[in-house]
């Protein structure tokens, strides 16, 4: 692109955690719309249920905030939570890890380019982007199990980022 | 947030239209993974069939560029397609025009705040935000109605911004 807009600065750090804040409180919402059981049991097409996909978001969100911060990529450690109260606790003191070391994220670190978990090659704000694209994309797929099971989603836009 | 990384610029323009294309990259080759008639007909839960939520990306994406870019907000005036190859090449249209326009949008609309069809109050980055957001999560939709006909979907990743 050879435009003069090419170059121009549209997102800071801070708003990219805030866009990133608002979809976690969408996805949190979209946790507890889902009852227990189908949470954990339901899915459509042979897919994972919606508790496997925000197994998913969590192994992803702190560890590459952690790898793109300091360069070490280590797998997400804790174990997977067997109830909906467990897997809403862990999403909550995933986010306040979340909120407390996203703003240490050295400022060069978003740009350089590292290989996030030995084997995707990007620089740290496209890995951090690939997270945020991902949980949006399964997100969506948990909507349509609830419209499946006869419940309404909660409203996209309400917590879309402002 | 009072950390130093706060102000930090992560993204520019020509970034955030890098990550549109290669969102608009995945949506179509999910478009392609349809049968003509399940893209029109088929759907999960009582949602709107896959061709209906292509519809909506094509009445967003480039009236939201042209909107941010000289703040006239003016609706999509084309006729809706009624084959898939009609919606392909309205796509590939869209994608052509998005990819002129877009360079074009003057630099401090990205961040002055305007009323998105009279109605979405948000700094146009926000806005444009949006409209990919929306984009992957609908397009996760289609996913899971590609999964219920037995259809293996694109892989996420192949297409992800880079």
Do not use: C
């Amino acid at each position: 692109m050879t435009s003069a807009t090419a170059a121009i600065n549209v997102l800071t750090a801070d708003d990219l955690l805030k866009n990133w804040q608002g979809h976690r409180r969408l996805t949190r919402k979209t946790i507890e719309a889902f009852p227990e059981d189908k949470l954990f049991q339901f899915s459509v097409g042979g897919m994972r249920p919606f508790s496997e996909l925000t197994w998913e978001f969590i192994r992803m969100a702190v560890p590459i905030v952690e790898g793109v911060s300091t360069g070490k990529w280590e797998e997400y450690k804790g174990s997977k939570p067997s109830s909906k109260s467990e897997l809403l606790r862990l999403w909550d003191e995933q986010t306040a890890r979340l909120n407390e070391e996203f703003p240490r994220i050295p400022p060069h670190r978003f740009s350089e380019v590292d290989k996030a978990f030995g084997q995707w090659e990007n620089p740290g704000v496209v890995t951090i982007q690939y997270a945020i694209d991902n949980e949006i994309h399964h997100r969506g797929q948990g909507y349509v199990y609830l419209r499946a099971l006869g419940i309404e989603p909660p409203h996209f836009w309400v917590s879309a980022p402002v």
